[in-house]
């Protein structure tokens, strides 16, 4: 059974700080990754894809992949009290057919 | 922008009723998925449908069914409503074929069954 882990947290940083959040994968064929945001009582919202190793960059936010060691991370530079939310972290189902999800990150960023 | 639409925000239903959760993609995606989401054991999926008429089992199916008759809407039916089924629902959508994509979420339907 493919898995996605992340520590659940909470995550807690000061506002203007780099909050690192970390996701690991079992499957090593997995080619997809994905990070959603999911406020309290709202459904997850896609804010990075991931397919490449390396670093994709996105305004704010910096989702790296490092497939030799089978994890997935986000960055958010200059965090903000409206970043913080439950950060889940997806991969592929062996078939390439649905997500597989983490079961999320809360971040906490205080002002 | 992708739009995912769910029938209900709130439902509270009794035990043993039928329910219908709605759900209708309007960006012409051909993958719609079904999950649901409780505290502690994030979102599991349901069912998903990679086409019109096709359906395939998820992780958790037993209890549910679905129906996909249009390639732009895809219904959960709860045929005999339980307290466990008391849940959060959530919709979802992809473009791509068999190789899945990214996929977008509906605003989800909290379910009470009491």
């Known amino acids: 059974q493919k898995e996605v882990e992340q520590n659940s947290g909470p995550l807690s940083v000061p506002e203007g700080a780099i909050a690192s959040l970390n996701c690991t994968y079992s499957?090593?064929?997995?080619?997809?990754f994905f990070w959603y945001r999911q406020y309290s009582g709202k459904s997850p919202e896609l804010i990075m894809s991931i397919y490449s190793n390396g670093d994709k960059e996105d305004g704010r936010f910096t989702a790296q992949l490092n497939k030799a060691s089978q994890y997935v991370s986000l960055l958010i530079r200059d965090s903000q009290p409206s970043d913080s939310a439950t950060y889940l972290c997806a991969s592929h189902n062996q078939a390439g057919t649905a997500l597989i999800f983490g079961k999320g990150t809360t971040l906490s960023v205080s002002s | 922008d992708v739009k995912v639409t769910q029938s209900s925000r709130y439902l509270v239903k009794r035990t043993g009723e039928k329910v219908f959760l709605e759900c209708v993609q309007d960006m012409d995606h051909e993958n719609m998925f079904w999950y649901r989401q409780d505290p502690g054991l994030g979102l599991r999926l349901i069912y998903f449908s990679y086409d019109v008429k096709m359906k395939e089992k998820g992780d958790i199916p037993e209890g549910y069914s679905v129906s996909r008759e249009k390639k732009e809407r895809f219904s959960l039916i709860l045929e005999s409503a339980s307290t466990n089924q008391t849940s959060m629902y959530l919709c979802?959508?992809?473009?791509?074929?068999?190789?899945?994509?990214?996929?977008?979420f509906g605003p989800g339907t909290r379910l009470t069954v009491l």
């Open positions: 979802a959508s992809s473009l791509s074929g068999r190789v899945g994509g990214e996929q977008f």
């Open positions: 499957d090593r064929v997995s080619q997809s």
